[in-house]
């Protein structure tokens, strides 16, 4: 008895241990990967931010001094508030635009235009941000280009779309929102269809008017959706890079630098590699306050069923 | 009796056509400025299209023509003449291919073992994979570079693809999926004597045909579209792929903001627009579950 008892444990223990060995087996690839890509150069690249290093010679420890001396540079202070600009207006465009569309796309009763204009709010969202930049660079030149064009004939002024300082900022802004709007737009299309039709039939009954049913119904049970969009959109603005290093290389003056612009010509270009480290630690810590801070504001206004 | 059965009738009959006109009015009223805005959204494509065709001189005409005089290819010529676009095209199915091909591979697996099997640590482990996506890449950036560099792959194609090979955002996807798949289907096999790989091969991956369908669209579009690690990565021209190569061919000499540009955007966009038609279910239903996970 003891003995068969004995057994079948051994047996068990056995195949828990086959069972573990397995799942480490399937979960190799992306730990390894995870490690190797992500975990060591964490904690590598924050360490780096106490180092002043040129990458040929040997990095000398220097404490929080790249800190200090940030909070002193002026492009780099610069470059903070065009990111949070960008970020603040990108975020309100994108969330906002995109919220308002999907209302009004789910409100159509025709399918067919419904899917129509789904599939053309999405489509610039899969082309790359490369090609979207030199296209809308081509497009808004100051004198010969065909946006001005259509402008003076409607009795407009020409824009200094990109060779401003105002305007190269506002330029970059809205072809963020004209990439990325589709994006939210499905989100936020998601975050409708997910409603239950019982609550405007209800609703319906008790005479409320489309407006009730907007504010009281849909509205409220967007939250999540914008919630999540607010979320993602925060973290991708604070991060933006592409669109500026190609239509505006930062320019003009510093008008549209961004803080990984900087990182990365310090980094590449001038192999400051503990003062770019201790940028990007810093954006860190601001896309880190922000997310949390979101969260814990968004307990406050937003509505879980 | 009739006539009020009548009267009653007709009255139903006018208010639902009054309704009907009135639904009508409100669709036509709401579509209208959504209408316009999409346009808003073909327009740039439209030009670029139409200049990649245009002559230099075009460029100056007054108005430009939005249908231009003649389907000229001499931008296309343009392009080739100055980079090799086949081999930044080439580049790019391949790097995107591995990737994609990659990801499948070692997201199922890790999902299949963050779902189904214990072993210890399997949370703990879960939970630093979640939190690695709020940390932006560019902490990581040098030390990574450096990594790249000792494993020899600075100005390969294999320093796209390697740190690609797997995403914590696809092994959550599967993860989330295989849990849904019932006890008994795996039970049975167990009784028949099959091991965990057994299982995963032959049960697990053939019903995880949607999930992995849209993590391959989701994979190749951002693949695809990479920059940032290019431009960090790759310096000789053989070895860029196509975002990159694009900036590359701007640099050649005549090139900024011509025809030439647009023809090589149009080449750019084709693909993808073909690859947007026929995948665009699957794509929206992506983005609609990487949406829905979140929220």
Redesign the interface.
Known sequence: MQGIAALSWSRVNSL?A??????????L???L??L???????I???G?SLFDWDFFSDPDYVGLDNFIELSRDKLFLRTLKNTALFAFFATSGNVGLGMF?AI??N????RW?KA????????????????VA??????L?ES?G?VN??LT?LGIERIPWLSSSAWAFRSVVLIDI?KHV??FT??F???LQ?IPSELYEAALVDGAGRRVRLTRITIPLLT??L???L??AL?GA??V??SMF?LTNGGPGDATRTV?MV??RE??GSFN?GY??S???V??VI??LL?VTQVRLGDRWVFYR | MTIAAYSYGSSAFQDKLKHNIG?YLT?VL??L???L??L???L??I??VS?SFGQPHE??K???PVIPSAFRLDNYHGVFERVDFLRFFLNSVFVTGCVTVAQL???S??G???AR????G?RI?FI??LA?M????????????I?IRGMGLYNNLGALIV?Y??S?FG?FLLKQFFETIPDELEDAAKIDGA???QI?WRIMLPLAGPPLATLAILTF?SS??N??WPL?FINSAEKMT???G??YL?GQDGVT?SGV??AA?VL??VP??I??MIF?RR??EG??LS??K??
């Not at chain 1, 129509?116 to 090609?131: K, N």
């Not at chain 2, 099997?117 to 210890?120: A, D, N, T, V, Y």
């Not at chain 2, 932006?136 to 990574?144: R, W």
């Open positions: 828990r086959r069972e573990a060995i397995a799942g480490y087996f399937f979960i690839p992306t730990l990967s995870f190797i890509f992500f975990l060591i150069p964490t590598s690249g924050l780096m569309i009004g796309i409100s159509i009763k025709w235009l129509f204009l789904r599939t053309a709010y999405f489509i610039p969202f899969v082309i790359s941000t490369v090609v030199l296209m809308f660079g081509f497009l030149q010969t065909v064009y259509y004939r004209w589709g994006f499905l989100i299309l998601a975050g997910a999540p959706s919630f999540f969009s979320i993602i973290i604070f991060q890079f592409e190609v990984v990182l990365y980094a590449f590699m770019a480290a940028m990007a630690v954006l860190f896309i880190l997310t | 639904a669709n709401l579509a400025p959504l209408i805005g999409s808003l959204m073909f740039p494509l030009w670029a200049f460029f100056f007054l108005p430009p591979i070692t997201c697996m890790g299949y073992a963050f099997l214990r072993f210890p399997k482990i630093l994979f690695s709020m940390v932006p890449q560019h902490v990581t950036l040098i030390p990574v570079f990594i740190p090979a797997t914590v092994t091991g965990f790989l995963y579009n695809w579209n920059f940032f960090i196509l975002p990159l694009m900036i701007r903001n540009l647009m955007i750019n966009l993808v627009l690859f947007f665009q794509l929206v983005v609609t949406g829905l979140g929220a």
